[in-house]
């Protein structure tokens, strides 16, 4: 009898060596939390990959497969068919069921790939990928056999339990959520942050995002895009934590009080000290920006030189070898570019100079925040009276 399964592939994993079953332990706590809700779901270890079951019935590719999708750490996965059986007759007539189930009537070519890791199997692996295609193509006339360059392939793989499949659905890979440390992501509404953020959670970071809100500067509707973004980002984490921070009197006070032409610098700096307080709050080891180099005034190499001195972590800056049209690209394929475009303000963005510095000295900006004697109390006050929202 067959069983459909889902053949779940991990990737650079498997180049890991002692601690290897750590990130699985963790791939398989994600697969888990995604699919208990809805079954008795199992997952199976076997060499190189997992296999997921439904101890409840038929599993459902289509219901199942969206649930691992989003998962980091997994590099395909595979709708397949398991065979207790792995007799020959079987085998033929599983292998029929499979192909005419995905691909019906349609006209195409495919060829049969056998894979023989149980070597007391009676067939060599070439002989059963002949005979196996010489069966398909005497009960499917609309398949032509085509080795070099076919549209499907039959992979067949005989260990304990024989295994079919032809179809590979590749995912995000990356490494599982949560297996390397905690940073916290300076999340504001545009296009850059979310992606810089999702990225270090594919690297398998635990990120929690930090919003600085500041209304009436800013609108209600631009915290709800920002919150609508942090769950798109929950959809691949799992959880995600949002701290919301209000910003509107520190940012009023450099306003009056420092030179327009640097007030972003102040403002960032400002921005990243908070974070910092959160981080260090949190146990975190890091911080997150969106920052790309030379994209806009603050992020040249001597802006980022400048902000990156106010922190005692170190910052982590994955767009920074981008060009915009590679986030546009990324954010576009994750599913937060649609809602960054939203026409709502963040507050990098309501007091921007016209000609602001590019190339911004430390030791001036580090003597004029010196006589901002508010600033330390306008921080410890906007990260203490910060919203925290889990999602």
Known sequence: MAEKVLIVKYGEIAMRGNNKYIFINRLISAIRKNLDPYGNYYVVRDPGRLIVENRDGELDYDFTIPKLETIFGLHSICPGVRLEDNSFDTICKEALAHMQEFYGDKEMTFKVNTRRANKSYPMHSMEMSMEVGAYLLDHMPNMRVDVKHPNVTLNIEIRNSTYLHSKT??????????????????????????????????????????YFHSPPYTSEWAKEKVIDLAKRIADFTGEFRLYVVPFTELQLYLLDNTAHDRLTIHLKRAMMRAAEMIAHKDDALALVTGESVGQVASQTMQGIQVINAVCDLPVLRPLAGMDKAEI??????????????RPYEDCCTVFVAKHPVTKPRLNYIEKAEHKLTELDRLLEEAVANAEIIDL
């Open 328 to 341: 546009i690209e990324r954010a576009e394929k994750i599913g937060t570019f649609e809602i960054s475009i």
């Open 169 to 210: 659905i590749r995912t995000y890979g990356g490494l599982p959520y949560g297996s390397n440390g905690k940073a916290v992501s300076l999340l504001s509404g545009g296009i850059d942050s979310p992606v810089a953020t999702w990225m270090m959670a594919k690297r398998g970071v635990e990120v929690e995002g930090v």
